[in-house]
């Protein structure tokens, strides 16, 4: 479905007129874009061109599409389907490994750019931004116009193209800058919401995922137009919060702000990708608390504390969905961070298949001190020693010379490492810049 590009300057003269002015700036195929650009510059055959994605080794589980260019999809090479299968659909795919000291390089030089014409700029994730830029007309008196320029000026410069939404609000802004892909400027104003956004299919609206969308072909739902015609008690009553969060979003009505977030301080995190799609909520506790045990550790290593605890949670379209809690009191614990971690999976998670898990812990701390609490439900020195004793064991005889009883697997069951993580062993922390924490 193709949207204009451009808007009337009638059109243009009432959106200066608004409260509010978003523009949602997306990297198109974000990781495959920015290792294109560097093969360009250096003689070599452009990826955007020709049957290609990054991916891994097929021969192992991390071996999965992360990014594919247009002539793959062509083939019908979906995002997150493993290499293997990929090749089955195209023989002469060219396969790139993931290069993250690259994207991390490439994000930053675009958003760079992009801060250099917003007061306010907020990092949604690794290849997308949000930019208020309201109150910026006498700067920029033509928002479209302002949009491409950023546009043009981040292909010209760095190689690679992005998509601007402009809207009141981020939710639109951000649907906006989905439409027809790549290199383009789109709007989405309230009052296009019928004409651009209704017809769509339901599954396209931000937040709406397996599960959800499930329960909503159900009730007969199958575009965001009759949901956002739904009686919202009665969406209320078969999903619960989330059914009037996306009512909300279909109705196109979102008050969140643009928040300038500064640098996270030292964080300790892990993440994993499952061998398969995790359907059940006990296995997924079990890998995060295998996640969990790494993260601990290597606190207590460092003699650190913290008192933040964060998860992250994609699925098998590679889509993320986080959730934070903050802790009483700062812990090193592994129970104690497998508890809260416990607590944000049950209230983030709706079912959905999840490919790939993470924690992330944060507002680290080296006070020795810990203010006994009246409803402690933990003897914390007693733990402690009970954890740090595991940690000596395991310096002296391995990492695999002591587990947890349930994850000594039984016949017929997939066996899971006690201490998972990709890079865990390792003992590597891992970027949660591009994780949506909600």
Not at 126 to 154: R, W
Not at 322 to 339: C, F, K, M, N, R
Not at 372 to 400: P, T, W
Request: charged share 25%.
């Amino acid at each position: 479905m193709a949207f204009e590009n451009e808007i009337s300057e009638e059109r243009i003269g009432r959106g200066q007129k608004m409260s509010r002015l978003i523009f949602h700036i997306d990297v198109n195929s974000a990781f495959l874009s920015w290792e294109s650009a560097r093969r360009v510059k250096q003689g070599l055959s452009d990826l955007r061109d020709i049957p290609a994605c990054i991916g891994g080794d097929p021969k192992k589980r991390t071996g999965i599409v992360v990014a594919k260019s247009i002539p793959a999809k062509k083939y019908g090479i979906t995002t997150g389907e493993p290499v293997a299968m990929a090749l089955r659909k195209c023989p002469e795919l060219v396969i790139v490994k993931s290069d993250f000291e690259l994207y991390i390089k490439c994000s930053r030089a675009f958003k760079e750019i992009c801060a250099s014409y917003a007061p306010v700029m907020e990092s949604f994730s690794i290849d997308e931004v949000f930019l208020d830029m309201t109150g910026t007309s006498l700067i920029y008196p033509d928002p479209i116009k302002t949009a491409h320029e950023i546009k043009d000026k981040i292909r010209d410069e760095l190689g690679f193209t992005v998509n601007v939404g402009i809207s009141t609000n981020k939710l639109l802004a951000k649907m906006a800058s989905d439409f027809e892909k790549p290199d383009k400027v789109h709007t989405l104003f309230p009052e296009e919401i019928p004409q651009k956004m209704w017809p769509l299919p339901v599954g396209d609206l931000f937040y709406v995922g397996h599960a959800s969308l499930k329960k909503l072909s159900n009730l007969g739902i199958r575009t965001i137009g009759e949901l956002a015609a739904m009686n919202p008690a009665l969406l209320r009553g078969h999903m619960k919060s989330h059914g009037q969060l996306i009512w909300q979003y279909a109705n196109g009505l979102d008050d969140s702000p643009v928040i300038d977030i500064p640098p996270a301080a030292k964080g300790y995190g892990n993440s994993l990708t499952t061998p398969q799609d995790v359907l059940d909520p006990e296995l997924a506790k079990k890998y995060l608390l295998s996640l969990s045990e790494t993260v601990s550790a290597r606190l207590r290593a460092d003699g650190v504390k913290i008192s933040m605890v964060s998860i992250s949670l994609r699925d098998w379209d590679l889509r993320f969905y986080g959730h934070q809690v903050t802790l009483s009191v700062p812990t090193d614990l592994t129970i104690e961070i497998y508890a809260a971690v416990c607590r944000c999976f049950d209230e983030v998670w709706d079912g959905i298949p999840l490919r790939h898990l993470g924690i992330h812990t944060g507002r680290v701390s080296r006070d020795d001190f810990r203010q006994i609490q009246m409803f402690d439900k933990v003897d914390y020195e007693k733990a402690r020693k009970l954890e740090c004793a595991v940690d000596s064991i395991r310096k002296r005889y391995g990492m695999d010379s002591i587990k947890r009883a349930c994850f000594i697997s039984s016949p017929g069951k997939a066996e899971i490492d006690h201490i998972g993580g990709g890079i865990s062993r390792e003992k590597r922390t891992v970027d949660y810049t591009k994780e949506r924490v909600l």
